[in-house]
């Protein structure tokens, strides 16, 4: 259960980014909070790597061009999130964020030519009417709105794209391709951004808005932990597990509840998942398109 284990902290950990970001959203700009992200995460990395030298895998790569997509998914993906979770709670967001598999497994059709069984296609069409089940209700003013719905698809098909770039990335693991270089492009991009809407935190805020980074270091490394200990076939239906901690976070933080049409809308998008993912077994296709535990893309 070593396995499991560690990709569940790592979940808890990432939904605790969100909610943390959520209630930094009021008063600080995108570019502060990521900027700040990163310039914790990206010192707590390499003092890690100081410590024990060659963590995180080495610093070459063949294929500079796919880390460069990659890199700019994953500014999209960050900064997407931010700003559609200042609208939307949590378990709304996260509910959308579970169409990366159904996306994941398109681009994998289209961009790397990989065969998906005819159910598995049904089976995607049947998560995202999940998905316009749960929203349509909020789309009038509601819990969400139409501009954080478009923001946290605008992340999910983001965060799609670094998932199918992973996939050809296989033959380099590590970390440091998905925390020490998108880290360093991420100051280079968020710090203009920052510098532009600065405002002065007091300790107690700055002090959350450093905590992001320790969170995200820390659920990533988890999260890659556990997939050297299980294969994703037996870690993919634990990432559900986000949904209800993101509806607990929802009551205990705001006092939003989920409305019947978000937990039923849930049920059809999680039930469409398990199916997709079993047709694709099930005609014997390589590669999970389980849904993703992270925010960030898994080091193969």
């Avoid at 065969?115 to 969400?144: D, E, I, M, Q, S």
Wanted: hydrophobic fraction near 55%; charge should be positive; proline fraction near 8%.
């Amino acid at each position: 259960m070593r396995g499991p284990a560690l990709l569940l902290a790592g979940i808890v950990l990432f939904s605790l980014l969100d909610a943390n970001s959520k209630l930094l959203s009021g008063q600080y700009g995108v570019g502060q909070v990521i900027f700040l992200r990163y310039a914790v995460l990206v010192p707590a990395f390499l003092a890690a790597r100081a410590i024990r030298p060659g963590f995180g895998g080495p610093l070459a790569t063949r294929h500079p061009g796919l880390h460069a997509v990659r890199i700019l998914a994953m500014m999209v993906s960050a900064a997407s999130f931010f700003l559609a979770f200042r609208q939307l709670p949590l378990a709304q967001g996260y509910l959308v964020f579970f169409t990366a598999p159904f996306l994941t497994l398109a681009l994998s059709a289209l961009v790397l030519r990989e065969a998906v069984p005819r159910a598995a296609w049904f089976w995607c069409l049947a998560g995202f009417g999940g998905v316009l089940l749960a929203v349509a209700p909020n789309l009038g003013g509601g819990a969400g709105s139409l501009g954080g719905y478009l923001a946290v698809f605008i992340g999910t098909v983001a965060f799609a794209v670094s998932q199918t770039v992973n996939r050809r990335l296989r033959g380099e693991p590590g970390l440091v391709g998905v925390v020490l270089w998108p880290g360093l492009v991420g100051l280079l991009v968020f710090g203009p951004m920052a510098a532009a809407d600065w405002v002065a935190p007091p300790p107690l805020d700055l002090l959350r808005l450093g905590l992001n980074g320790l969170l995200a270091g820390t659920a990533v490394v988890l999260t890659a932990a556990a997939y050297r200990h299980a294969d994703a076939a037996r870690l993919g239906p634990y990432g559900f597990v986000a949904l209800p901690v993101s509806v607990a976070l929802d009551l205990g933080l705001w006092g939003v509840a989920p409305d019947p049409a978000t937990l039923l809308g849930g049920v059809v998008v999680v039930f469409a998942c398990v199916m997709s993912e079993r047709a694709r077994r099930a005609a014997g296709v390589d590669g999970t398109m389980a849904p993703a535990a992270a925010r960030l893309p898994v080091p193969p």
